[in-house]
């Protein structure tokens, strides 16, 4: 028989196992230790596992690496790398610090000559992290259009389309800034299906969003913006790039994979529910309940992807602890023996310290008996609050690597 308090080790066996298996350190140092590197080469690393990826890079390369620069989030420097200058900047709103340093990134780009290679290493978060808004386009003007865009529910996809265009560094831009050096471009992906000119709203890939696609978003969210910076929304964009060298080095897929691996290994009967979670989080849990039929055997189901939030309310959350509240009330009326968590895996959801958060089949009781009113606590965003009364909030800290979200619906025996 396996208890609650059973589910809930295996739950944190199963998402520890999975983070530390996608971890980019490995994945890096392969792929250089396999390709060899004649020019003189510049490394500049974007994005919340840039530092991992930046430390790897070094460990392989050393004093090959001419000059280094990693942009990371706040919290996220691990410590000093040998001849690397490290920043740390606002994500998932850009700030000065974000512009500062990629300004110094920019200088670094335009040192390159012909016969150098820039080692491009990107990962999620870098569209936040690494920006420098076009001419007309203030911080306080791009902070505004991307607040407006993550509070009303727009996904990653829609969310870079309008990034990209108000940006000199994304939709391929910075390809044209190492040129004429040589690009090799390692990518994290934290996008489902991995497209390039979504990841860190692809510094290095051309933008592939039509200009129907940017009218359809001003119509499906009610976003505020300048007039000469909606103009600039519908400016030509520069054409495709063909000199860049880019290898996808991580991403959902593996990490479902390694949470289905331990699950297993564990004596979970495991069902890889291939289908991504995305649309809002309503939507998504009920996309989550409809796989659910109970079990004679221990049973996981696992999930994987990024849902949206639309912000009403003025509480604390994030995607992952908003989809886990909500799904304690499909569990509450279950006999079973069941739990539930989603998690983002670079340790981080929403503005908050919490990766994500877990729920039981006793979670609605244990909250009304703290006199927590769970229907309010969902309508004000604040399923941090609620989460946090029970000590049911998921704290991993950075974990050094960013490839999606992670959802697991765990049965023990009948």
């Known amino acids: 028989m396996i208890t609650m308090n059973q589910l809930h080790q295996d739950a944190v066996l199963i998402y520890q196992a999975a983070i530390a298996e996608n971890l980019p350190d490995k994945a890096v140092s392969e792929y250089l230790r396999t390709h060899a590197f004649s020019e003189r080469l510049f490394l500049l690393a974007i994005g919340k596992a840039a530092w991992r990826m930046a430390r790897a890079a070094y460990e ?24 690397c200058t490290i920043f740390e900047a606002g994500h998932p709103i850009s700030d000065q610090a ?94 489902v299906g991995n497209p390039l000119d979504v990841i860190a709203s692809g510094p290095l890939t051309a933008d592939l969003t039509t200009e129907a696609k940017v009218k359809a978003i001003l119509k499906k969210y009610p976003i505020v913006l300048k007039e000469e910076l909606r103009e600039q929304l519908f400016q030509p ?109 670079d340790g981080t959801d929403g503005p908050t310290d919490a990766a994500g958060g877990y729920v039981t089949s006793q979670t609605i009781e244990k909250l009304k008996q703290h006199g ?10 604040d399923s941090y609050t609620a989460l946090k009364a029970i000590d049911q909030l998921i704290i991993t800290g950075p974990t050094g690597t960013n490839v999606n979200d992670l959802m697991c619906l765990l049965q023990g025996r009948r």
């Open 98 to 191: 974000s512009i500062n340093a990629t300004t110094a990134a920019i200088q670094l780009l335009n040192e390159t000559e012909d016969g150098d290679r820039v080692l491009f290493l990107i990962s999620g978060g870098g569209s936040a992290l690494y920006e420098a808004p076009i001419p007309g386009c203030t911080l306080k003007d791009l902070q505004e259009v991307q607040r407006q865009l993550i509070a009303s529910g727009a996904d990653i996809t829609e969310i870079n389309a309008i990034r990209k265009r108000l940006s000199l560094v994304k939709g391929g831009k910075s390809a044209a800034l190492c040129a004429p050096a040589r690009v090799t471009a390692l990518v994290l992906s934290d996008v």
């Open 237 to 345: 964009q520069p054409p495709i790039i063909t000199e860049v060298d880019t290898h996808i080095i991580g991403d959902l897929n593996k990490l479902l994979k390694s949470a289905a691996s331990k699950a297993k290994a564990l004596g979970y009967q495991t069902n890889w529910i291939q289908e991504p979670l995305i649309g809002d989080v309503s939507e998504a849990t009920e996309h989550i309940w409809s796989h659910y039929q109970p079990q004679d055997k221990p049973t996981a189901w696992l999930f994987g992807g990024e849902p949206t939030v639309v912000i009403k309310g003025q509480g604390k959350g994030g995607r992952n602890q908003e989809l886990a509240l909500r799904m304690a009330f499909r569990l509450a009326a279950c006999k079973e023996p069941l739990l539930f968590f989603s998690i983002g895996s």
């Open 60 to 83: 392989v390369l050393g004093k090959q690496i001419y000059k280094g620069m990693v942009i990371t989030k706040y919290g996220h420097n691990e410590g000093a790398i040998e001849h």
């Open 372 to 381: 927590i009113d769970v229907d309010a606590m969902l309508q004000d965003n």
